[in-house]
């Protein structure tokens, strides 16, 4: 007798379920890629128990021939393609013709469908794999899909199932992925005969708003590119208002939601350094490639795919999204300080900059103090905010659209800068926007060579030998940098010339923090893979420390350089720099007009 026999198709089916239909979730999944793909603006979705007693999935699409009904819930049988040339570009959710028969194996199933210009609608139904026969029905348009007792065949696998209210969450997440994607369609939801959610046909922004919040796009920035053959567009967080949870990451590839780790990585890029620590990114992005250059025929579960062209991809995710995170200042929606008091925010429109509204000083590592210089003249000063040493009795402050963060007011404990603007106040923490600033800088700076200042007189200063040999050996790198640096001995350096915009800079400090980096990591990879953390160590020594005292010129020139500097929003370790105080905000504190 032969030890190997063929499996009989309620088997295979039972087995192949186990990969496409693993919770009800999973089944409501592909219940709802088939209306869409059947061509319906309309669906309605009821649920009992979490799916596990009842899952009906009702449309308005093209339905199916009578003829249709039994192949439509055997296995491999599907509408969607012919060929196998028809896998190289997939343009249906759908495609493997075993969803149907999979859920019918394990459920009782009834599918009643009406296909258009026909007179009758029919009904078949199958009971844990068993087919019946074609039965006339009572239907308007489209299919009707009932799932009863989901695995109640199947009861090793039904204990697996968690509770009630779980295997909701799970449907629930699957609908809110569906109906994202598929703005244009109008959604009717219940769960235990209450609508959760009730969509009209619209666009991205209202479908967002109505999913994920008003507030998610809100607090997101636009993105819009394009490129032949290929658009990204959607909204990212602004990294001031991301949280450590990953439950508002949505990403779909022409209409479908993917877990894609080229992609996840190309937007972990472009947070990078505006992310603060275990924060993390949050937005909702819809990629359109061609379907040829994207292979979506790799797990039975379709959210899994391949490109052909990984690498442009990546460059191009990242790219998109970190010009939509790179706002300056003055095109940056505020964070308001209220949001942190529990009062309602009111935000700073996202003005842009007048094209003459920068200040033309000199730049940081030219002056010959640690003051930031200014291109407005000091009686412009001295007419709105007096002699420096004589008390300010409320000057009139212009309102001008140019300077969106205002003019300074006054300094806080040597830590903040308070300035006055159109809609109220701003606090600024003048060492994280500094250290952004001069980041920025030194980012543009590297692509031709970091300039170098020499210094009057040579600092030295004790090091190790490791620290010694370092500087020997990557003399090169180190002027790559900006830094010329010279033994004077086994144990001794002397610091001859630093970085140009950081020449006020403690110049052995920072010499001691980059030598540590590049013993650390490598010359080569100094320039390269921890380009970015070398620099941002660089910046943060040399920004302007706390409790430096600054003149008013000094912090106007600061919120000038911030409303041109990309990314001025936050500082190179994701923490935020400055925060809107609205006079509403201000109102609503004081509790005025009530």
């Known amino acids: 007798m032969s030890a190997i026999h063929a499996l009989p198709d309620q088997l295979i089916n039972q087995i192949a379920a186990g990969e496409v239909v693993e919770r009800p979730a999973a089944a409501l999944k592909?219940?709802?890629?088939?209306?869409?793909?059947?061509?319906?603006?309309?669906?309605?979705?009821?649920?009992?128990?979490?799916?596990?007693?009842?899952?009906?999935?009702?449309?308005?699409?093209?339905?199916?021939?009578?003829?249709?009904?039994?192949?439509?819930?055997?296995?491999?049988?599907?509408?969607?393609?012919?060929?196998?040339?028809?896998?190289?570009?997939?343009?249906?959710?759908?495609?493997?013709?075993?969803?149907?028969?999979?859920?019918?194996?394990?459920?009782?199933?009834?599918?009643?469908?009406?296909?258009?210009?026909?007179?009758?609608?029919?009904?078949?139904?199958?009971?844990?794999?068993?087919?019946?026969?074609?039965?006339?029905?009572?239907?308007?348009?489209?299919?009707?899909?009932?799932?009863?007792e989901l695995f109640f065949n199947t009861p090793a696998r039904r204990k697996f199932l968690r509770t009630d209210a779980t295997e909701y969450g799970h449907c629930e997440e699957t609908f809110r992925r569906i109906a994202l994607a598929q703005s244009d369609v109008a959604f009717t939801f219940q769960h235990n005969g209450s609508v959760r959610f009730r969509l009209l046909a619209q666009g991205r922004r209202a479908r967002v708003d109505a999913l994920l919040?008003?507030?998610?796009?809100?607090?997101?920035?636009?993105?819009?590119?394009?490129?032949?053959?290929?658009?990204?567009?959607?909204?990212?967080?602004?990294?001031?208002?991301?949280?450590?949870?990953?439950?508002?990451?949505?990403?779909?590839?022409?209409?479908?939601?993917?877990?894609?780790?080229?992609?996840?990585?190309?937007?972990?890029?472009?947070?990078?350094?505006?992310?603060?620590?275990?924060?993390?990114?949050?937005?909702?992005?819809?990629?359109?490639?061609?379907?040829?250059?994207?292979?979506?025929?790799?797990?039975?579960?379709?959210?899994?795919?391949?490109?052909?062209?990984s690498g442009a991809l990546h460059q191009f995710v990242r790219r998109a999204v970190e010009k939509a995170l790179a706002a300056t200042a003055a095109e940056q929606p505020a964070v308001s300080a209220a949001e942190k008091l529990g009062v309602a925010a009111a935000r700073v429109p996202p003005w842009a900059p007048h094209p003459g509204s920068r200040s033309d000083f000199a730049p940081l590592a030219q002056q010959t103090s640690m003051a930031l210089a200014t291109g407005e003249p000091s009686p412009f000063y001295a007419r709105l905010f007096g002699d420096r040493d004589?008390?300010?009795?409320?000057?009139?402050?212009?309102?001008?659209?140019?300077?969106?963060?205002?003019?300074?007011?006054?300094?806080?404990?040597?830590?903040?800068?308070?300035?006055?603007?159109?809609?109220?106040?701003?606090?600024?923490?003048?060492?994280?926007?500094?250290?952004?600033?001069?980041?920025?800088?030194?980012?543009?700076a590297l692509?031709?060579?970091?300039?170098?200042?020499?210094?009057?007189?040579?600092?030295?200063?004790?090091?190790?030998?490791?620290?010694?040999?370092?500087?020997?050996?990557?003399?090169?790198?180190?002027?790559?940098?900006?830094?010329?640096?010279?033994?004077?001995?086994?144990?001794?350096?002397?610091?001859?010339?630093?970085?140009?915009?950081l020449a006020e800079a403690d110049s052995v400090a920072l010499a001691r923090a980059v030598l540590a980096d590049v013993r650390e990591y490598g010359g080569s990879q100094v320039l390269t893979a921890q380009r970015d953390e070398l620099l941002s160590t660089m910046a943060c020594h040399g920004a302007v420390r706390a409790h430096r005292s600054l003149t008013v010129p000094e912090m106007n020139a600061l919120l000038r350089e911030?409303?041109?500097?990309?990314?001025?929003?936050?500082c190179n370790h994701g923490r935020p720099t400055w925060y809107q105080l609205s006079l509403a905000d201000l109102d609503r504190l004081f509790m005025r007009g009530r």
Do not use: C
Not at 124 to 134: C, F, R, S, T
């Open 390 to 444: 004589a008390p300010v009795a409320g000057p009139d402050l212009p309102n001008d659209d140019d300077h969106p963060l205002g003019f300074a007011l006054a300094q806080l404990h040597g830590i903040f800068v308070l300035a006055q603007n159109r809609d109220g106040v701003v606090l600024v923490d003048m060492h994280a926007a500094h250290e952004r600033i001069l980041y920025e800088r030194l980012k543009s």
């Open 213 to 309: 919040g008003i507030e998610f796009a809100a607090q997101a920035a636009h993105v819009d590119e394009h490129v032949p053959g290929l658009s990204l567009a959607g909204w990212v967080v602004r990294p001031a208002h991301a949280t450590t949870a990953r439950d508002a990451q949505y990403l779909f590839v022409n209409g479908r939601f993917v877990r894609d780790r080229v992609l996840a990585h190309a937007l972990r890029e472009a947070y990078r350094d505006v992310l603060h620590h275990d924060r993390q990114p949050a937005y909702a992005l819809w990629l359109t490639i061609e379907p040829r250059q994207v292979d979506v025929n790799v797990h039975p579960t379709k959210t899994e795919v391949r490109f052909r062209d």
């Open 30 to 148: 592909e219940l709802l890629e088939n209306s869409i793909d059947a061509g319906a603006s309309e669906i309605d979705i009821a649920l009992a128990r979490g799916g596990v007693k009842l899952i009906r999935v009702a449309d308005n699409g093209g339905g199916i021939e009578r003829e249709d009904l039994q192949l439509a819930v055997a296995r491999h049988a599907t509408s969607k393609l012919s060929t196998a040339n028809d896998l190289e570009a997939i343009a249906t959710l759908g495609f493997r013709g075993e969803a149907l028969a999979s859920i019918a194996s394990v459920s009782r199933v009834s599918l009643s469908s009406r296909a258009r210009d026909q007179p009758h609608a029919w009904r078949i139904e199958v009971d844990a794999g068993e087919v019946g026969i074609p039965q006339p029905a009572a239907l308007s348009s489209g299919t009707t899909v009932t799932v009863n």
């Open 447 to 501: 692509n031709g060579g970091v300039p170098m200042q020499p210094l009057l007189v040579p600092a030295t200063f004790a090091a190790d030998p490791l620290d010694v040999a370092t500087a020997d050996e990557n003399a090169d790198i180190l002027g790559e940098l900006g830094f010329s640096l010279s033994v004077l001995g086994p144990s001794t350096l002397a610091v001859r010339g630093v970085p140009a915009p």
């Open 562 to 570: 911030m409303e041109a500097t990309e990314r001025a929003g936050q």
